[in-house]
């Protein structure tokens, strides 16, 4: 009932942009706190950025700090990923995570499906 669905992947040259975004559907409550993971072949997936609801509180991978920039549009409960200077190792799938409120009022955590983002020339 509840999901979150990334959007945005790609192929894309080193020192190249783009942006992901994440949307939460379904029944809900509210979006808590969301963020950015990421898993490279043969890599343990590993946090990208994460935010609380009013972005109050925002956390980077020290890998993407200064190009990366993670945002938020509560109004329709979507997540966004700005990508800029990629380079050849940010090439991941990439997930969206989100701690959510929904029917009942109980929390959950809910992850998507994933996006690629390949980086190469």
């Known amino acids: 009932q509840v999901q979150v669905m990334e959007s945005g992947g790609g192929l894309v040259q080193p020192g190249g942009s783009l942006r992901l975004a994440c949307a939460a559907s379904?029944?809900?409550?509210?979006?808590?706190?969301m963020g950015w993971y990421r898993q490279a072949p043969g890599k343990e997936r590993e946090m990208v950025a994460t935010?609380?609801?009013?972005?109050?509180?925002?956390n980077y991978a020290d890998s993407v700090k200064g190009r990366f920039t993670i945002s938020r549009d509560n109004t329709i409960n979507t997540l966004y990923l700005q990508m800029t200077n990629l380079k050849p190792e940010d090439t991941a799938v990439y997930y969206c995570?989100?701690?959510?409120?929904?029917?009942?009022?109980?929390?959950?955590?809910?992850w998507g499906r994933g996006t690629q983002v390949t980086i190469s020339s």
């Open positions: 995570n989100a701690d959510i409120i929904g029917s009942g009022y109980s929390r959950d955590t809910y």
């Open positions: 379904g029944v809900i409550f509210q979006v808590r706190d």
């Open positions: 935010t609380t609801r009013s972005g109050s509180t925002i």
